[in-house]
Every structure is written in structure tokens, then in C-alpha cells.
């Protein structure tokens, strides 16, 4: 089995979305499957809720997942790697409190890793601020190399919604109009790889 740990909490969304801490992404800014947006190198989730509680549950593998796991309405990959200053990479709204490091999605010395996001019931209270928790997310990583983001998933109208409105992008990692950050963590990622050679 390629499962690490798996752990589930509740923590609070805001302006819409839920931020991936302590994580940065070397696409080019855009929505992902209506799900993940990357600004600046720095990728966020997408909630449909306004602000209030939202279920997160983070499984930690050491090898991708052979299928995409059923019930979920919309599911997105994107690449990451924790950011020189992160202690941790969690998932938590933008003025939540940070989970503990249980909840890691990955730890600062693991390098680049594959963020595979699933999202139910963002439609059920679009738009609205919540008092419970409604909307449930997986997060599902493993560690890879940079590659493409993939949409796996877009079935709630909000993912229609934006994949029907936004540029989604599709330039690989390669890509010489990556995000400045994020070309900036990849040298120096590769600087550091060659003095410890």
C-alpha cells in the first residue's frame, strides 16, 4: 500500500477560497478545472461558499493513486513544492488558524509533490456563508516532478461555470512563461540540489 496517513478536519474558508499554505506551483496563473486558481506561484482552492467551516481530508502517499476515487464532483492535479520558508505545506483558510503538523500535506524537506484536489457540494450553498460544514474536500498527494495541471473532474455548475470563463492552463512546466516566483524557486531548488552533489 502506498498510503502514508490520512487525517480529516474542519477549518474555516474565506473570500471564497481555501489557501494551500506554505505551498508554491510552477503554472501560470489560472483556474484549474474550475477548483484550484494559482496567482503569483501561489495555488489556492476554490470553495463555493463565501466564508464558513469546510471538511478537509489530506492523504499523505508515497505513489499516485490508480484510479480517481468515485463520489466526487470535480477533481484537479496541479505540482507543488514547499516554499523556502514553509514549515509545512496544510490547507487552511486565509485568516483560519493553521492546522498542526499532522495535517501536512507535505513537510518543507520533501520537495516537489502532485496535489490531486476533489470537491463535493460546492453547489449546495453557492455563494452563501456557512454556519456548518457542507462542502467536503480530499486532498490527495504523492511525490512527482513538475508536470502539466489535468482536470479529472467538472460536473458542479461552478466548474462549468468557470472552465466555461476562464483560461485554463495548459502549457507545461517547461513553459519559459511561468510564473516569476516560481522560476526563482526552480533555480534555486537546483542550485541547492548541486551543492549538496
Known amino acids: 500500500m502506498s498510503r502514508v496517513g490520512q487525517i480529516q478536519y474542519v477549518t474555516r474558508a474565506d473570500e471564497r477560497s481555501v489557501d494551500l499554505r506554505g505551498a508554491v506551483s510552477p ?3 489560472g483556474i484549474i478545472g474550475g477548483l484550484v486558481a494559482v496567482q503569483a506561484g501561489a495555488p489556492r482552492i476554490l470553495t463555493g461558499i ?6 478537509i481530508a489530506v492523504d499523505r502517499r508515497t505513489a499516485p493513486p490508480i484510479v480517481v ?25 486565509p485568516y483560519a488558524a493553521a492546522p498542526g503538523p499532522q495535517s501536512a ?19 449546495a450553498r453557492y455563494d452563501l456563508i456557512a454556519t456548518e460544514p457542507h462542502e467536503e474536500y480530499l486532498l490527495v498527494t504523492w511525490p512527482a516532478q ?12 461552478m466548474a462549468r461555470d ?18 516569476q516566483r516560481a522560476q ?6 537546483a542550485e541547492r540540489h548541486r551543492r549538496r552533489l
Open 27 to 29: 503554472h501560470r496563473a
Open 50 to 55: 463565501v466564508a464558513g467551516p469546510v471538511s
Open 69 to 93: 476515487v468515485d463520489g466526487w464532483e470535480d477533481v484537479a492535479e496541479i505540482s507543488c513544492a514547499p516554499d523556502e520558508d514553509a514549515d509545512a505545506v496544510v490547507a487552511a483558510g
Open 105 to 123: 500535506l507535505r513537510l518543507p524537506d520533501e520537495g516537489w509533490f502532485r496535489l490531486r484536489v476533489h470537491a463535493r457540494y460546492r453547489d
Open 146 to 157: 513538475p508536470e502539466a495541471p489535468a482536470v479529472l473532474a467538472a460536473s458542479s455548475h
Open 162 to 179: 468557470f472552465e466555461g470563463r476562464a483560461e485554463q492552463p495548459t502549457k507545461p512546466t517547461s513553459d519559459p512563461t511561468l510564473d
Open 184 to 189: 526563482e524557486l526552480f533555480r534555486l531548488r
